[in-house]
């Protein structure tokens, strides 16, 4: 069984539903939710925000937070996950942001994402920096952005 199995199987379950934020993903974590059999009963929405003023506008992260911790910050991510939850019926929130490349105004920022989980009253936010080209920068968050929801499920 695939991470992505495993993860539906227990929305199923539990019969939880998931919504997703992404931004450097491009929509990755949710078209591969969408690709399974039986979407519908776990996969409640997805928004791709890319652009800072999409954050802004679609997910409420403040100027400030852009301003001060940048688009690629767990604060950034916090907010996009408390954003998600206000527009959404779903009970899992996972949210993206980073740098997939191949340049970026700041050093070593090409490969280093946030991904957060929230679930209830548990909110976790995780760094990453990894190596690759543009894809598989994006492929690896998708990856371990299951895997941080099978971390967060792992307890019910």
């Known amino acids: 069984m695939t991470m992505i199995e495993e993860v539906s199987c227990i929305l199923r379950k539990n019969n939880l539903k998931l919504c997703v934020a992404e931004s450097f993903t491009g929509g990755l974590v949710a078209s591969s939710f969408v690709s399974l059999a039986g979407a519908s009963d776990i996969f409640v929405t997805s928004l791709v925000c890319y652009a800072e003023q999409a954050k802004k506008a679609l997910l409420g992260v403040s100027d400030y937070t852009l301003k001060e ?3 690629v910050s767990e604060q950034t991510v916090s907010e996009m996950l408390d954003g998600l939850k206000r527009l959404s019926l779903g ?3 996972v949210a993206t942001s980073g740098n997939a490349g191949p340049t970026s105004e700041k050093p070593n920022e090409v490969g280093l994402f ?3 989980v929230m ?3 548990r909110k976790i936010i995780k760094k990453y920096q990894v190596s690759g080209n543009r894809q598989e920068v994006i492929n690896q ?7 941080l929801i099978l971390q967060v499920l792992s307890d019910i």
């Not at 968050?141 to 895997?147: K, L, R, T």
């Open 69 to 71: 911790y940048g688009a």
């Open 91 to 93: 009970d899992v929130f």
């Open 114 to 116: 946030y991904l957060g």
């Open 119 to 121: 679930f209830k009253d």
């Open 141 to 147: 968050g998708a990856q371990n952005s299951f895997d």
